[in-house]
T-cell receptor, first 116, second 114 residues
């Protein structure tokens, strides 16, 4: 595997379900991100992790719960979602050390989520 | 509230011509600027980054930055039908890296006409 991978690629879930999205990066980076892309709206930052610590939570509802067990893996746990949460969820990674990296973020293929 | 503005298009350009994409940003403290290309149904792909005023060239792509005017642009020379995509402008506060989320514009839909 190379780059950033995400699973599953497509997910349909009911509003009472619990599911998790997985992201893995093979780039040796130490910062990982979750973004949401909805139709007609710009890509929205959800969470930022640096060296496995959450450094930013962009006012995301608690029904979205991130987890970063190590610098290569990132999860997004989902529960009691709403239909308006249907979107493309994108994971990205970067070399997040100030003064060392160039800040470039590389995206995975995304998970297309549909909430019914 | 950090904002990044782009004309949504569509911007239609004949094959072989120069495509010019523009972006303005509201936060004067922004330090790093990126252009991503996104094909329909795919994820964003990084094509250019720029950090200081002036031009940066990479193949057929040239990024231009003017921090005084809070303006970033992307020029695509010798446009090809395969360049047809949505181009996203993104900015961040950090210089020299660091873990900072990107603020994106809505993107410009570019169509290259054969």
């Amino acid at each position: 595997e190379t780059g950033v991978t995400q699973t599953p690629r497509h997910l349909v879930m009911g509003m009472t379900n619990k599911k998790s999205l997985k992201c893995e990066q093979h780039l040796g980076h130490n910062a990982m991100y979750w973004y949401k892309q909805s139709a007609k709206k710009p890509l929205e930052l959800m969470f930022v992790y640096s060296l496995e610590e959450r450094v930013e939570n962009n006012s995301v509802p608690s029904r979205f719960s991130p987890e970063c067990p190590n610098s290569s893996h990132l999860f997004l746990h989902l529960h009691t979602l709403q239909p308006e949460d249907s979107a493309l969820y994108l994971c990205a990674s970067s070399q997040g050390i100030t003064g060392v990296s160039d800040g470039e973020q590389y995206f995975g293929p995304g998970t297309r989520l549909t909430v019914t | 509230q950090k904002e990044v503005e782009q004309n949504s298009g569509p911007l239609s350009v004949p094959e072989g011509a120069i495509a010019s994409l523009n972006c303005t940003y509201s936060d004067r403290g922004s330090q790093s600027f990126f252009w991503y290309r996104q094909y329909s149904g795919k994820s964003p792909e990084l094509i250019m980054s720029i950090y200081s005023n002036g031009d940066k060239e990479d193949g057929r792509f040239t990024a231009q930055l003017n921090k005084a005017s809070q303006y970033v642009s992307l020029l695509i020379r010798d446009s090809q039908p395969s360049d047809s995509a949505t181009y996203l402008c993104a900015v961040t506060m950090y210089s020299g890296g660091g873990a900072d989320g990107l603020t994106f514009g809505k993107g410009t839909h570019l169509i290259i006409q054969p």
